[in-house]
T-cell receptor, first 116, second 115 residues
């Protein structure tokens, strides 16, 4: 069975600090997809990134970057120079390609609080 | 392009009643998934519909059911409500064809409170 673990439940930083969110996953499939979503106080989950298991290249999008390491089953997310608007709960999720259709297994989420 | 819409946004029901929630997908999206979010259990997958057929199902009792219409709009129904059904119900839609896993886009959710 697939599982996603986000060990950090809450992280508090001061604006402009960098923050890294950890995500460790378990799956028996060789083909799978990993995702990160942001849930601001409004409640709606916002898609950030999708990565398939064959693409281990790190990715950078503005102040966001992702580090995928298959050897350690981790898909970590870093926010550089954090801003107050980054305050939200961030979820890592996994979807196995062998399962028909779309089914996301989420981690427990990490609440990020950025103080001015 | 309009996003995913869910109605109603807030709902208060009494134990034992039933409730129907609605989700309208992004234009062109044919897959609709439903998730339950609670403080204790987090985000849990309920079921997914594609082309009016249930394609995936999570580990929820039969009181939770859904359907999808020919225009891809979906409804979920919870019968005989229990206090533990109080949650944020999120709908997510994607292109959803076979041969790949697509990113899902979420609606704002329906906050259900059971008293």
């Amino acid at each position: 069975a697939q599982k996603v673990t986000q060990a950090q439940t809450e992280i508090s930083v001061v604006e402009k600090e960098d923050v890294t969110l950890d995500c460790v996953y378990e799956t028996r499939d060789t083909t799978y997809y990993l995702f990160w979503y942001k849930q601001p106080p409004s409640g709606e989950l916002v898609f950030l990134i999708r990565r398939n298991s064959f693409d281990e290249q790190n990715e950078i999008s503005g102040r966001y970057s992702w580090n995928f390491q298959k050897s350690t089953s981790s898909f970590n997310f870093t926010i550089t120079a954090s801003q107050v608007v980054d305050s939200a709960v961030y979820f890592c999720a996994l979807s196995e390609a062998t399962a028909a259709g779309n089914k996301l297994t989420f981690g427990g989420g990490t609440r990020v609080l950025v103080k001015p | 392009k309009a996003g995913v819409t869910q109605t109603p946004r807030y709902l208060i029901k009494t134990r034992g009643q039933q409730v129907t929630l609605s989700c309208s997908p992004i234009s062109g999206h044919r897959s609709v998934s439903w998730y339950q979010q609670t403080p204790g259990q987090g985000l849990q997958f309920l079921f997914e519909y594609f082309s009016e057929t249930q394609r995936n199902k999570g580990n929820f009792p039969g009181r939770f059911s859904g359907r999808q219409f020919s225009n891809s709009r979906s409804e979920m129904n919870v019968s005989t409500l229990e206090l533990g059904d109080s949650a944020l119900y999120l709908c997510a839609t994607s292109l959803g064809g076979s041969g790949g896993v697509y990113e899902q886009y979420f609606g704002p959710g329906t906050r259900l409170t059971v008293t």
